[in-house]
């Protein structure tokens, strides 16, 4: 046994200790990029069943200037455990207002909404909801085209008040989804006293819904829910017309995936924008 404690422990250390300094150098370099301004947002449209265009979702990317385009999962999480998550989270909401303001000023994107992320740190801040509607105002954006995405993970610490956070953003007009609905903590006896707006259907079911009958069952749940509460139902991660066909018959009412379109940078949105069925 003692040998192979030592074999193992020969085996796991370099590994850790790699996987340690790369971390380091992953936080060194996350507080840099927000001073250099290397993230930038990309938009995913999202469509009602009959394809028009309903709004966008914003979706973080980071310019690394070695390592290229770095994909959220590579860096949230580190940002999330460093606090850094917050500053990028206020970065994020502030440019897309930025987008919102421009965009009512014109009558063909005036109906657009833009949805926007929120990590639980973020919402947990005491000064969540006046730092959102500060940003609004300094913006000149209109609240009943923002959408907060919320996770499940935010209820389980405090459900009062999430409400009456909740509550106080839905008076100001911001409308809040619940994000990847179906796989974190079960919120269901919860899901009535939450002020939302919309669920949305991780991407997870979706995918299984092809074939499996479960992820068809969950996506039937989910949309029937979402009806009883009076809620949107939206699915993401919608990748072929079987599948779209599908949400619909399932009863949802809006969609989000690859079928429709990929999230993109502002100007090709534009561009996509310009050709789009409103
Ligand atoms: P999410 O909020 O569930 O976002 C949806 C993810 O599904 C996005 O991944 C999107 O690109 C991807 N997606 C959409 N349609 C399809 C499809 O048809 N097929 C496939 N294969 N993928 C599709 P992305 O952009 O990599 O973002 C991953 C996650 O990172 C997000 O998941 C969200 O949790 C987090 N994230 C992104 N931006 C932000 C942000 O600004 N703030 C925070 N806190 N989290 C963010
Ligand atoms: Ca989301
Ligand atoms: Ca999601
Ligand atoms: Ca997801």
Redesign the pocket.
């Given at each position: 046994a003692k040998v192979a404690g030592r074999n193992m422990a020969s085996w796991f250390e370099p590994d850790m200790e790699q996987r340690v300094a790369a971390r380091a150098v992953l936080e060194a370099d996350l507080r840099h990029a927000l001073e250099q301004e290397q993230f930038e947002?990309?938009y995913?449209p999202q469509c009602d069943m009959q394809g028009r265009m309903t709004g966008v979702?914003?979706?973080?990317?980071w310019n690394h200037p070695q390592r290229g385009l770095v994909?959220?999962?590579e860096f949230?999480p580190v940002?999330?455990e460093t606090g850094l998550?917050v500053a990028?989270?206020r970065w994020?909401l502030k440019s897309a207002c930025t987008v919102l303001a421009q965009w009512s000023a014109a009558p063909e994107t005036a109906c657009l909404r833009i949805a926007?992320?929120?990590?639980a740190q973020?919402f947990q801040r005491p000064d969540f909801v006046e730092q959102v509607l500060a940003v609004l105002a300094a913006a000149g954006a209109p609240p009943q085209r923002l959408v907060l995405?919320l996770?499940e993970s935010l209820l389980l610490k405090d459900v009062d008040g999430t409400v009456a956070k909740m509550a106080r953003l839905s008076d100001a007009g911001v409308g809040c989804a619940l994000?990847?609905f179906g796989t974190g903590y079960s919120s269901l006896s919860y899901l009535h006293r939450l002020p939302l707006v919309e669920l949305?259907i991780?991407?997870s079911f979706?995918?299984d819904a092809d074939n499996a009958r479960i992820g068809g069952a969950i996506v039937h749940t989910i949309a029937g829910l979402g009806k009883a509460l009076n809620l949107d139902v939206v699915a993401?991660?919608?990748?072929t017309e079987h599948q779209r066909g599908f949400v619909e018959a399932a009863g949802c009412h809006r969609y989000?995936?690859?079928?429709y379109g990929?999230?993109m940078p502002l100007p090709q949105l534009a561009a996509w924008i310009s050709h789009a069925p409103l």
């Open positions: 947002l990309y995913q979702e914003a979706l973080l990317r994909p959220p999962v949230i940002a999330e998550i990028l989270g994020v926007v992320n929120v990590s973020q995405e996770t994000d990847d949305k991780d991407r979706i995918w993401e991660g919608v990748e989000q995936g690859y079928l990929k999230p």
